[in-house]
């Protein structure tokens, strides 16, 4: 098994140590030519959504990974990455990946300030910790979207398909379950 992570900015290095504990080969899509063979999985970490919407258009990466996920290559998007692979990004600056069937509230628990830990119900796994640093939540998923995880009635975690996305940052914690099921999703099309 092989899973890219989109390191344009970001916790995309979080992202690769967790996935190397897991035992699941990684490497890191900087340009169009990273992706000159299909990985069994995508990650696209958190950073800043309007600078990598832009950053997939000028390298010629969009493309690609929507051809990609078209042949079912499973998708997992953190905080910004779950901003990107929505329909409606909330801001016309953002071009989401239109992969999810929802609308995302950037920056939806404020600033730098409003970043916070909990802990939190996420389907099929039970608790665990939850990091959100000025991240969106979703707020409206269609009917096709299974809800993983809310916090305070918002939601912080969805699947839709092969597309897993999360409001919080499981990468900036101990706890491997959330990257295990993301893995176990590519390991059962």
């Given at each position: 098994m092989r899973i890219g992570v989109l390191a344009l900015q970001g916790a995309f290095e979080?992202?690769?140590k967790m996935l190397n504990e897991l035992g699941v080969e990684t490497f890191e899509i900087r340009q169009l030519k990273d992706l000159s063979e299909i990985p069994d999985g995508l990650i696209i970490p958190g950073g800043e959504s309007?600078?990598?919407s832009k950053l997939l258009d000028e390298l010629n990466i969009r493309e690609k990974i929507l051809e990609y996920a078209d042949n079912g290559m499973a998708i997992f998007?953190?905080?910004?990455?779950l901003i990107?692979?929505?329909?409606?990004t909330g801001d016309p600056r953002c071009k989401g990946l239109g992969l999810l069937?929802?609308?995302?509230?950037?920056?939806?628990?404020g600033r730098q300030l409003g970043s916070f830990e909990t802990i939190g119900k996420f389907d099929s796994i039970g608790e665990i910790p939850m990091v959100f640093i000025?991240?969106?939540?979703?707020?409206?998923?269609?009917?096709?979207v299974k809800i993983l995880s809310t916090i305070d009635d918002k939601i912080v975690g969805v699947r839709q398909n092969r597309i897993l996305a999360t409001a919080f940052h499981p990468e900036l914690t101990s706890d491997l379950?959330?990257?295990?099921?993301?893995?176990d999703m590519i390991k059962n099309r």
């Amino acid at each position: 098994m092989r899973i890219g992570v989109l390191a344009l900015q970001g916790a995309f290095e979080e992202h690769i140590k967790m996935l190397n504990e897991l035992g699941v080969e990684t490497f890191e899509i900087r340009q169009l030519k990273d992706l000159s063979e299909i990985p069994d999985g995508l990650i696209i970490p958190g950073g800043e959504s309007t600078v990598m919407s832009k950053l997939l258009d000028e390298l010629n990466i969009r493309e690609k990974i929507l051809e990609y996920a078209d042949n079912g290559m499973a998708i997992f998007g953190t905080c910004a990455g779950l901003i990107l692979l929505c329909k409606d990004t909330g801001d016309p600056r953002c071009k989401g990946l239109g992969l999810l069937d929802c609308t995302a509230k950037r920056n939806a628990y404020g600033r730098q300030l409003g970043s916070f830990e909990t802990i939190g119900k996420f389907d099929s796994i039970g608790e665990i910790p939850m990091v959100f640093i000025r991240a969106p939540y979703i707020s409206e998923a269609n009917k096709n979207v299974k809800i993983l995880s809310t916090i305070d009635d918002k939601i912080v975690g969805v699947r839709q398909n092969r597309i897993l996305a999360t409001a919080f940052h499981p990468e900036l914690t101990s706890d491997l379950s959330v990257h295990k099921y993301f893995i176990d999703m590519i390991k059962n099309r």
